[in-house]
């Protein structure tokens, strides 16, 4: 699950060191003009990611505009993640179909105590951890050859983390 979507080999002191370019965005779930928040790859590791947002909410001028914290996640985080993520979209795919109602929003009546269940699982686990975030850049963009639709980042999304200006 955990992969690296382009390497680059570069030489530095004699040792040449294999960089990621692009690596895999498993989730968003916060989207607003992009990407805000969700579960990516940094270093071939998920990370819980999150958009810094200007304070006075006009990312035009801000300096922070595309900069977000990361905190590494464990497996299991990761997987619950997916999990919910695949139930919100089969709702949205019902609710474009004509057969689920925005009531039920964001898991369909068979769904719900599942998605109910991974709610609390998750708990306060997709959060950034001051005393272990770093931060970066991030340059999004849709994979080649990726569905035209994105549900929930559903990897078709990939993102180059850099260091911070």
């Not at 382009?6 to 779930?29: K, M, N, Q």
């Not at 599942?114 to 005393?131: C, S, W």
Request: a negative charge; charged letters at 30%.
């Amino acid at each position: 699950m955990s992969r690296s979507l382009a390497l680059s080999c570069r030489t530095r002191g004699g040792v040449r060191r294999a960089e990621v370019v692009f690596e895999i965005v498993h989730t968003v779930t916060d989207y607003y003009d992009g990407p805000r928040a969700g579960i990516a790859e940094l270093e071939g590791g998920p990370h819980f990611y999150q958009a810094v947002w200007a304070v006075d909410g006009d990312d035009d001028d801000d300096p922070n505009a595309g900069t977000y914290l990361l905190t590494p996640i464990d497996r299991e985080t990761l997987a619950l993640a997916l999990e919910d993520g695949e139930i919100w979209a089969r709702w949205v795919e019902a609710f474009e179909r004509g057969e689920a109602e925005i009531a039920s929003h964001p898991a369909l009546p068979a769904d719900r105590e599942r998605h109910d269940e991974l709610q609390k699982l998750l708990g306060d686990r997709l959060r950034i951890d001051p005393a272990n975030v770093v931060r970066r850049r991030a340059e999004f963009r849709r994979r080649a050859g990726a569905p035209a639709r994105c549900l929930h980042g559903a990897r078709v999304l990939e993102v180059r983390w850099s260091a911070p200006a």
